[in-house]
């Protein structure tokens, strides 16, 4: 074995970037443009977060996308304390806080919080969406609102 690979195969894994399906894009488009896009539906006006193919409230295909203001509360969240097999990547960040952001548009969304130490954060407090750099995609995460 060389020593470049030796090197290599000590070097900390990449995180995982996600796969962009085309009912995705367009999210993906948004983040790259500092921008928090979530669907609506045409027929029934129901916002809804993750991107789908249709409106989970009454099925239908007629959906577009509006700007959110990134303005949320945390709803719920967890403090990641070990790295399981899938996120070594995430290894030298623990703990880390994993949450269910409710927006002002009303659609929740899973996102990380950042820009405080865990234990203080609580549920319904304030934060808003930045976005971080990660391998070539823009991702969502969310950090104290004053
Ligand atoms: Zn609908």
Do not use: W
């Given at each position: 074995m060389s020593k470049e690979s030796t090197a290599?195969?000590?070097?900390?894994?990449?995180?995982?970037?996600?796969?962009?399906?085309?009912?995705?894009?367009?999210?993906w488009e948004g983040t790259a443009k500092n921008e928090l896009l979530i669907q609506v539906c045409g027929s029934c006006q129901y916002k809804q977060w993750y991107p789908r193919t249709?409106?989970?409230?009454?099925?239908?295909r007629n959906l577009s996308w509006t700007k959110s203001s990134g303005r949320g509360t945390i709803f719920t969240f967890t403090i990641i304390q070990e790295v399981v097999m899938n996120s070594p990547a995430f290894e030298k960040?623990?703990?880390?806080?994993?949450?269910?952001?409710?927006?002002?548009?009303?659609?929740r969304m899973v996102a990380q919080v950042v820009g405080c130490p865990?234990?203080?954060?609580?549920?319904?407090?304030?934060?808003?969406?930045?976005?971080?750099?990660?391998?070539?995609?823009?991702?969502?995460?969310?950090?104290?609102?004053?």
């Open positions: 290599s195969s000590k070097a900390l894994p990449s995180k995982p970037i996600p796969d962009v399906f085309t009912y995705t894009q367009q999210f249709l409106c989970e409230n009454c099925g239908e960040e623990i703990p880390y806080a994993l949450s269910i952001v409710e927006l002002e548009e009303g659609v865990p234990e203080h954060i609580k549920t319904s407090m304030p934060v808003e969406a930045f976005f971080e750099k990660i391998n070539g995609f823009s991702v969502v995460k969310f950090r104290p609102r004053h």
